[in-house]
């Protein structure tokens, strides 16, 4: 198992954490190992690496680094962020009960609500983790698993990641923190007393729209019974994008830090324009939790939402103006991404379920880039029309 071995500050971990030096060539990058299997001298005598499922090296170092930048023990790598979800919930027995975000990701109220519930007989609750008393009204004598995400999709709420964690910790729950929206740059949910991180490491961690992964941390007893369940379910990451991910990994700390700094000129932008209804960014002290963003992260991220007048049809006119921005679904990543969640993230939502999450036909959710802020905001401002 990858562990973690390093204690130094997150941008020097970003760049060195699980990277040694290839013993046999001096390679200061993790070469790509796309060997399938490692041959052994005697039977089940092998390096440590036996068969390219159970583990691989270039996955390792990978998974090596995550685990440090999160302030994990152990880390864990899959073939997309719903491979990472589907996993983590061979954890539970048939007929669990999860209590999760009400405005959960799209993909995994699909795999909760579609596949789960059906397959495996578990019962979800949704609840405003901003509203801590409604959040531990949801949990029942018989919940298993805590599932959060902070931010949100696509409203980003922040939870209060400390609070929840000491629900779960107190009644002896697992609990899950879904950080795609934050990277570890901003926050790190296991220091906050979480049992389990988990990242689609399609976005920030990648960083570039262009690999498609996911990723979990979190203590060596837990993520042991992680580890199992994927080697019986199969769903790990392949070598190059393990190494694409490790290369990500090292401009995370910059990359973070431009989204953060253009995210809030542009929600300033977009909060001081009369076109616009309502900006939605943790950033902005008119944030409901603005308070507990300022508390908990170190940055309030690259994603901002915004509600336009006339619903669906106003959005969309102000989406298929966009250039700079490019009009496609997914988010941290260094091209600007624009994108309508009730079309995309919340598109098999019923109108009801819509509603409870906070999520309305006129939003638009930007995912902000690397691009100059005002060239950013020269598009938004000729969308806007
Ligand atoms: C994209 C995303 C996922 C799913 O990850 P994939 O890599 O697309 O499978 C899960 N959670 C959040 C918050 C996401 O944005």
């Known amino acids: 198992m ?27 990058m993790t070469p790509i190992y796309a060997s399938s299997t490692f041959a052994q001298t005697s039977p089940g005598v092998h390096t440590g690496y036996e068969y390219a499922r159970t ?26 962020g719903l491979a990472a979800q589907a996993t983590l919930l061979e954890l539970l027995d048939q007929g669990s009960r999860i209590t999760a975000v009400d405005d959960l990701y799209g993909g995994s109220w699909r795999l909760f609500e579609r596949v789960r519930k059906r397959s495996a007989g578990h019962i979800v609750t949704y609840a405003d983790p901003t509203n801590l008393d409604a959040f531990e009204a949801a949990i029942g004598p018989k919940t298993n698993m805590i599932w959060v995400e902070s931010p949100t999709n696509p409203s980003l709420k922040v939870a209060d ?12 729950i697992l609990t899950v923190a879904d950080s795609t929206f934050a990277s570890p740059m901003i926050q790190r949910p296991l220091e906050l007393g979480f049992d389990i991180v988990l990242h689609s490491a399609t976005k ?25 369940m994927r080697r019986y379910l199969g769903g790990v990451m392949d070598p190059q994008a393990a190494y694409d991910l490790a290369r990500g990994l090292k401009t995370l700390t910059v990359r973070v830090a431009c989204h953060n700094r253009s995210a809030e000129v542009v929600a300033r932008f977009l909060d001081n ?20 963003a ?4 170190t940055g309030f991220g690259g994603m901002v939402t915004f509600e ?22 997914s988010l941290g990543c260094v091209n600007s991404l624009a994108s309508l969640p ?37 598009d938004l401002d000729q969308a806007l029309g």
């Open 2 to 28: 990858p562990e973690r071995t390093r204690k130094d500050r997150p941008a020097t971990l970003a760049v060195h954490a699980g990277v040694k030096p290839d013993p046999r060539t001096g390679a200061v």
């Open 55 to 80: 583990g691989n090296p270039t996955r390792a170092a990978f998974e090596a680094a995550v685990a440090e930048l999160e302030g994990g023990v152990a880390g864990f790598a899959f073939a997309s």
């Open 161 to 172: 990641l400390a609070a929840i964690a000491a629900i779960g910790k107190a009644r002896g």
């Open 204 to 228: 920030y961690l990648n960083g570039h729209s262009d690999v498609t992964g996911g990723a979990v941390a979190g203590s060596r007893a837990l993520l042991q019974r992680v580890d199992l």
């Open 273 to 292: 324009d009369p076109r616009v209804v309502r900006v939605f960014y943790p950033g902005l002290a008119s944030h409901p939790d603005h308070d507990v």
């Open 294 to 297: 300022r508390a908990q992260m």
């Open 308 to 329: 336009v007048a006339d619903g669906l049809a106003g959005a969309s006119r102000v989406f298929d103006r966009l250039g700079v921005i490019r009009r496609a679904t």
């Open 342 to 378: 009730v079309l995309t993230s919340h598109y098999n939502y019923s109108d009801d379920d819509l509603a409870r999450a906070g999520v309305t036909a006129g939003m638009l959710r930007v995912s902000v880039g690397l691009e100059d802020e005002a060239d950013l905001i020269a």
